[in-house]
Nanobody, 124 residues
């Protein structure tokens, strides 16, 4: 069992930066791929970024590539999402995900564990 708790969301102006954190409970954090997804008001939930269990491989949605960076610290059981050059269209609730399969996080269909979400609002 893995519990995920996100933090770091908030209100920021367009062009600004935020760093989200996701702290995971349990001693098996390093066994899971970790990722982030988001859901904007009135829209479907969408994949944002994923990192494999070792941290050596990452993959991003085209909409955030070059602006967002996912990383993890297995010693701290934490995954991060550094978000730069934020745009109003990045406004959403951001969710931390954990799954044995990185592909499941990308597909967003069946993911083992979800956090409760953290709100990110980007003003124009």
């Amino acid at each position: 069992q893995v519990q995920l708790v996100e933090s770091g969301g908030g209100l920021v102006q367009a062009g600004g930066s935020l760093r989200l954190s996701c702290a995971a409970s349990g001693r098996t954090f390093s066994s899971y791929a970790m990722g982030w997804s988001r859901q904007a008001p009135g829209k479907e939930r969408e994949f944002v970024a994923v990192i494999n269990k070792s941290g050596g491989t990452t993959y991003y949605a085209d909409s955030v590539k070059g602006r967002f960076t996912i990383s993890r610290d297995n010693a701290k059981n934490t995954v991060y999402l550094q978000m730069n050059s934020l745009k109003p269209e990045d406004t959403a609730v951001y969710y931390c995900n954990a799954d044995i399969s990185p592909a499941s996080i990308v597909a967003g269909t069946v993911i083992d564990y979800w956090g409760q979400g953290t709100q990110v609002t980007v003003s124009s």
